[in-house]
């Protein structure tokens, strides 16, 4: 029998970074469509009166919204984590055929939750709660997923090599246990056919009522933010920069007090989602502080990943993985100084209910979130395929659009919540409103069009990202892995 | 003393309280790098030396440390 050095397993890796281009492309694409849709209602009706039910924008906006979170970004977290994960505890996959075992039972799951996820919400299953619309077969499901993820965290630590875990791995775990605590409870809910015998099987009713729900719903819809689109994000610049750039983060104390500073306040930032609505005042005021509190331990992270590039700023300009990712970390900052100021109550008067909210979350996840995804996979790519980077013009390329994208969808989004906020508060001496909800739409229609065009722009940076992968996975010259110990190697 | 003041003077106390947590553990880890007992800085490496084949920062087995130094 051959006697093979033990290497590190990437299977289930590679699955997952599958799942992440698909859920990506589908994702962005939806989100695209409903730009369009806000910009020419007439979109709604792209494939005729008879499907109009299946293409109009209430149906699509939940398809958009999770395939982006829960497609996307999760599978990225995942396809980055039984990379990541491994590497840092020094342990490989293959030592342990159990752990190998959960890690495909838990991406085949996955991909059946997905499917079941894309059915339901198509043919209109929503529980109404927002970023938790699956109702209640496929939240058991998710609950399947996610305790097999856990399986796969404890387990692949519980035979590590490296005594001290990375501080990317207590953010894989934070991710884990808060999204746990925050699912389950926000998806407690009573089915009303088996309670009651009464509607669908599919249906049910929230255990909580009224306000109680409302602060449980944005409990859990801010900290999906903070624990889908953050904690594991950092995770991931943690590991991707420094080894990127064969720097060592610049501080791994700061590290770590950014890491509590951030457990400790987000979870208490969500009331800031209901200020001026029935929620008592003191947890308005607390959600508003909270958030304010919220810049250091956000700016902590980033500030630290910008001078882990101290005395290298040059490979920015030569290596766009590094471009991807230190925009990602200058974005953060950006986005996580924009959501303080809109929680301030006297700016939230502004800005609740207008699209300003929507362009701040999408600095976010397309600047942030999705950049840093974009950068993981590029960079696990030649070592998990072998081979190296299909296009590095291409990459530049894709990162350029992209940013203009993102700049053309943030500005938009400003400018156009600025003056919808501006329009419904504004009254003549008698307190009568000086403008009807058609004005704003009318005065908008412009600003929704170069969001949508700031929309496809990222798309086809979207598509281009595809493309090379694929090519990367098929048809690239093929690397030794002792080529790879910092920098990706990639073609012209 | 009615439910409001009691609120306050709560608030007030834990706000302290955590201040002198988040201090304390900023003191922690400058102190314990200081005086030897730990330095956090070389976590750092764990992402950069993560080959199966690369010496663990700090090996969870004693035994392994040491057969591995010997090589």
């Known amino acids: 029998m051959e006697n093979r050095p033990l290497e590190y397993d990437y299977t289930v890796a590679k699955w997952f970074m599958i799942a992440t281009i698909v859920l990506g492309v589908v994702g962005m694409l939806v989100g695209v469509i409903l730009a369009w849709q806000l910009a020419f209602p007439g979109v709604n009706l792209m494939l005729g009166e008879g499907l109009a039910e299946y293409t109009n924008f209430s149906r699509l906006r939940p398809l958009h919204t999770d395939a982006v979170t829960y497609g996307f970004t999760v599978s990225g977290i995942m396809a980055t984590w039984y990379y990541v994960g491994q590497r840092v505890l020094k342990v490989s996959m293959a030592e342990s055929p159990f752990l190998m075992f959960i890690g495909k039972l838990q991406f085949i799951l996955y991909i059946v939750v997905v499917a079941a996820v894309v059915v339901s919400l198509l043919l209109g299953f929503t529980q109404s709660k927002e970023y938790a619309e699956f109702e209640w077969p496929i939240d058991i499901g998710v609950v399947v997923v996610w305790v097999l993820w856990g399986v796969s965290i404890f387990g692949l630590s519980g035979i590590r090599r490296e005594k001290s875990l990375y501080i990317s791995i207590w953010y894989y775990i934070a991710a884990f246990l808060a999204v746990a605590m925050l699912y389950l409870f926000n998806n407690m809910s009573v089915p009303t056919y088996f309670v009651a015998g009464v509607g669908s099987v599919m249906h049910s009713v929230s255990m909580y009522s009224g306000t109680n729900d409302a602060l449980v719903q944005w409990w859990f819809g801010h900290n999906a933010v903070a624990f889908v689109f953050t904690t594991p994000i950092v995770a991931m610049i943690y590991y991707f920069l420094p080894k990127e750039s064969g720097q060592a983060v610049y501080s791994y104390k700061l590290s770590l007090l950014s890491f509590w500073g951030l457990m400790f306040v987000y979870l208490w930032a969500g009331g800031h989602h209901l200020v001026y609505s029935t929620v008592p005042d003191w947890m308005q005021t607390m959600g508003s502080v909270f958030s304010v509190v919220l810049i250091l331990p956000s700016w902590g992270s980033a500030i630290n990943m910008l001078l882990t590039m101290k005395g290298e700023w040059n490979q920015v300009a030569s290596n766009p993985l590094i471009k991807f990712m230190v925009l990602a970390s200058t974005f953060y900052m950006f986005s996580t100084l924009e959501g303080p100021i809109q929680a301030i109550k006297s700016v939230n008067a502004l800005a609740h209910f207008t699209d300003w909210i929507v362009g701040h979350v999408h600095d976010g996840v397309l600047g942030w979130v999705a950049f840093m995804i974009f950068a993981a996979l590029f960079h696990m790519a030649p070592r998990v395929f072998k081979r190296e980077i299909y296009s590095k013009s291409l990459m530049n390329t894709q990162f350029w659009i992209q940013t203009l994208g993102v700049v053309l969808y943030f500005t938009s989004m400003w400018i156009a919540g600025i003056t919808q906020g501006m329009m419904w508060r504004a009254h003549d001496e008698f307190g009568n409103l000086a403008y009807s909800f058609i004005d704003t739409v009318t005065v908008l229609h412009p600003y929704y069009t170069i969001r949508a065009v700031g929309g496809t722009l990222y798309l086809i940076g979207v598509f281009m990202f595809a493309y090379n992968m694929f090519m990367t996975m098929t048809a690239a010259k093929r690397v030794e892995e002792s080529q790879m110990q910092n920098t990706s190697p990639m073609g012209a | ?71």
């Open chain 2, 1 to 71: 003393m009615d439910i409001g003041q009691i609120q306050a003077y709560a608030y007030f106390g834990f706000t302290a309280f955590l201040v002198m947590v988040l201090y304390g553990y900023i003191y922690h880890l400058y102190s314990s790098e200081k005086k030897g007992t730990r330095d956090y800085e070389k976590y750092a490496n764990i992402a950069l030396d993560d080959e199966l084949t690369d010496k663990p920062v700090e090996s969870v087995s004693k035994k392994d440390e040491t057969k591995k130094e010997e090589v």
